[in-house]
T-cell receptor, first 116, second 109 residues
Framework: GAVVSQHPSWVICKSGTSVKIECRSL??????MFWYRQFPKQSLMLMAT?????????EQGVEKDKFLINHASLTLSTLTVTSAHPEDSSFYIC????????????FGSGTQLSVL | LAKTTQPISMDSYEGQEVNITCSHN???????ITWYQQFPSQGPRFIIQ???TKVTNEVASLFIPADRKSSTLSLPRVSLSDTAVYYC??????????FGSGTRLSIRP
């Protein structure tokens, strides 16, 4: 199957700083990538849809100025959590569509963000 | 996007067959049914995908009745390592992928 690489796996930062998470499709080109957020014991919540070469589409309630998404190439999307606060601590997961005849989602390994 | 309903949790024992059913009454004509497995602190992993009838791969089978309003993921002879959360998703490549609550499967020795 297609491989999606996500880095870093975990990050600890101080409140007020910014953190960048990278998501790469290693063996395929991803026009569209998705960013999810997951709290303990809960399901994945879609944050935004990242489109190569255009602005991301954010879900209702997700602050676009706080969660900056850049999809500058067909193999890389980044999520930057700006001015992080403790309530931003969560597990962030990216994914991309791939496969034939019907595309399916392939996920990165996730990033555990802890804001002190 | 079709909403899915799954049991919140299930328990079973090693060596048993486990069947997890998902309801998706509003499935659209173009929608596929896809199941994912997620372990703690990891991204979900693709298990199986189908459109109708039965699909089987090396790890699971997927049964879809003619009306496609539900589907059943079948895991043969489960082991402790199958303890995970299983998600049923319904949609097409053109649609937004929204996760439901998933089924937390616990396998006991």
């Amino acid at each position: 199957g297609a491989v999606v690489s996500q880095h870093p796996s975990w990050v600890i930062c101080k409140s007020g700083t910014s953190v960048k998470i990278e998501c790469r499709s290693l063996d395929f080109q991803a026009t569209t990538m998705f960013w999810y957020r997951q709290f303990p014991k809960q399901s994945l919540m879609l944050m935004a849809t990242s489109n190569e070469g255009s602005k991301a589409t954010y879900e209702q309630g997700v602050e676009k100025d706080k969660f900056l998404i850049n999809h500058a190439s067909l193999t890389l999307s980044t999520l930057t959590v700006t001015s992080a606060h403790p309530e931003d601590s969560s597990f962030y997961i990216c994914s991309a569509l791939a496969g034939r005849p019907n595309e399916k989602l392939f996920f990165g390994s996730g990033t555990q963000l802890s804001v002190l | 996007l079709a909403k899915t309903t799954q049991p919140i949790s299930m328990d079973s024992y090693e060596g048993q067959e486990v069947n997890i059913t998902c309801s998706h009454n509003n499935i659209a004509t173009n929608d596929y049914i896809t199941w994912y497995q997620q372990f703690p602190s990891q991204g979900p992993r693709f298990i199986i995908q189908g459109y109708k009838t039965k699909v089987t791969n090396e790890v699971a089978s997927l049964f879809i009745p003619a009306d496609r309003k539900s589907s059943t993921l079948s895991l043969p002879r489960v082991s402790l390592s199958d303890t995970a959360v299983y998600y049923c998703l319904v949609g097409s490549s053109a649609s937004k992928i929204i996760f439901g609550s998933g089924t937390r499967l616990s396998i006991r020795p």
